[in-house]
């Protein structure tokens, strides 16, 4: 059942909250760019954490979802600070975060700005600093210029009807929170989940992060074939199985 939280700056968050076992930690979803916490990683964690009897958070950032406001206001700052009202306000104890895809960036700066709150981390297509590497590497000249000139760029989306709309502001808010340039010590377990066949998140984002973070213990699997969406039946058993895995500490 969707329920509202009231956000930072007057934002309302919806989200969706499982009770469960005070002995373990709690397990926390956050989703992709434009995604929703109904979508099919989401709904399928949800009830394998229902059968566990785990606890269990997913939200949908400002301007997704059944959240309020509009997609194209909001930023990379902006929705980490939903997840950190979201996990702090709704949550207690150490929580096992799981990030999938731009939640994956999330998920890095909650553990950065709250690390005595995480247990674990698990990363799905995890794409941190993606609107630097990804959207402004990829721009050339002219689509730079276009993006200074008009505000933002409109693109088509392999996962929606409605083009993705990349603002100035998405970019710049970016750039003050990329996690790569900087030291990233994770003190904790994380799993990282990688198809080879992603056409969004490259396998070589996954080795740099792999390679840049300070982890004790951090492990990198690539599934041959997958893509970015990691949502068939033995993809969804692989993220169970990580959850898990980071669960036991």
């Known amino acids: 059942m969707t329920e509202f939280l009231d956000g930072p700056q007057g934002r309302r968050i919806a989200y969706d909250l499982i009770p469960g076992r005070d002995d373990v930690p709690g397990v926390v979803f956050l989703g992709g760019f434009r995604s929703d916490m109904r979508g099919t ?17 997913r939200l949908d950032y400002t301007g997704h979802g059944e959240s309020s406001g509009r997609f194209e206001d909001g930023s990379i700052g902006d929705w980490a600070a939903d997840a950190m009202a979201a996990a702090s306000g709704l949550t207690s104890g150490p929580q096992v975060l799981v990030g999938s895809s ?5 998920a890095l700066l909650l ?14 297509a995890a794409a941190p600093d993606f609107t630097e590497n990804g959207f402004w590497a990829r721009a ?7 993006l200074l000139r008009d505000g933002q760029w409109r693109f088509p989306s392999d996962y ?10 998405l970019i710049e808010d970016g750039r003050d929170h990329l996690v790569l340039d900087r030291p990233l010590p994770l003190p904790f377990k994380v799993r990282l989940l990688q198809g080879t066949a992603d056409a969004d998140v490259p396998v070589e984002w996954a080795l740099r992060l792999l390679d840049h973070a300070d982890c004790p213990d951090m492990r990198l699997l690539l599934v041959k074939g997958a893509d970015h969406r990691f949502s068939d039946p ?9 959850v898990a895995e980071v669960m036991r500490g």
């Open 102 to 106: 731009m939640g994956g960036w999330i």
């Open 111 to 124: 553990a950065r700005a709250m690390p005595e709150r995480v247990a674990g981390l698990v990363g799905i």
């Open 160 to 169: 929606s009807d409605e083009p993705d709309v990349i603002t100035r502001r």
């Open 41 to 57: 990683k989401a709904e399928h964690l949800a009830g394998w954490a229902r059968a566990q009897g785990l606890r269990f958070l």
């Open 234 to 242: 033995d993809c969804l058993t692989m993220i169970e199985d990580a």
């Open 140 to 146: 050339d000249t002219a689509q730079r210029d276009a």
